[in-house]
């Protein structure tokens, strides 16, 4: 099976030469089910945002698919160019049969439409149990919080 796992800030977990930028948990728990995953024979890549490394390396069996760099774009523009269009893109790239994200924000909205939209299964990871509340869940834009909230309905 071939599983594609959304996390923009996993690769500094993933790969040691990124380890200077911030680390979290929830990065720290996809990583190691992308571990686990291919220790069992998947196939297994990762959406990672862009530190500067090139696209399609392979880390630990796990090969990475960059999107783009955290304050790239125009304000009011970034969040379609290059956010969307990068993320679907890497998503496109990886053609895995199951795609996987964790942690509440826009990548779940994100990512339930592209799996919509081409027919894949998509699973969706709670991080903490304010995921599970929609009002309590932090996050900054209302179009973020919409697009989480589809991302929840359409999870499996």
Request: charged share 20%; glycine share 8%.
């Given at each position: ?43 297994v890549s ?74 894949k299964n ?35």
């Amino acid at each position: 099976m071939e599983i594609c796992l959304l996390g923009y800030d996993n690769l500094p977990v993933l790969a040691r030469e990124y380890n200077q930028f911030e680390i979290g948990g929830a990065q720290v728990q996809m990583t190691l089910l992308a571990k686990a995953l291919v220790k069992r024979g998947h196939r297994v890549s990762m959406v990672v945002g862009d530190y500067g490394q090139e696209d399609g390396v392979v880390w630990q069996g796990i090969k990475t698919y960059r999107t783009y760099k955290a304050n790239e774009g125009l304000p009011l523009f970034r969040f379609v160019y290059p956010r969307w269009t990068s993320t679907w893109a890497a998503l496109y790239r990886a053609n895995a049969d199951v795609y996987v994200t964790s942690c509440a924000g826009m990548q779940v909205g994100l990512l339930a439409l592209f799996c919509n939209k081409h027919s894949k299964n998509f699973i969706y990871r709670m991080a903490s149990d304010t995921d599970a509340e929609p009002t309590e869940v932090i996050i900054k834009h209302w179009r973020d919080k919409k697009l989480y909230e589809y991302g929840l309905n359409k999870a499996a």
